[in-house]
């Protein structure tokens, strides 16, 4: 399966990511640690929710409709 994510920093109001990942368990673990340069600034981060794909492309394509401008409105209004 691969994942497509969606966390929000409990230490810094505002602060969200979205990322895509074939292991939920260990990339939040990466996350939390400090092991992503993007989101260590903000530890801790909890999942907000996630979605699950068979097909990789498609799990790419969701995540890259995520973070451009009308999938960051769609994910504020139904996700977040």
Sequence with gaps: MHYVYLIRSL???GQT???LTDDLKQRLAKHNSG?????????PWEIVS????ADKQRAVDFEKY???GS?????RKRFW
């Design 17 to 19: 990511y979205v990322g």
């Design 50 to 53: 996630y979605h699950a794909f």
């Design 11 to 13: 230490s810094s109001s």
């Design 35 to 43: 092991g992503s340069t993007h989101t260590s600034k903000y530890v």
């Design 66 to 68: 995520l973070k451009s």
């Design 71 to 75: 999938g960051q409105a769609f994910s």
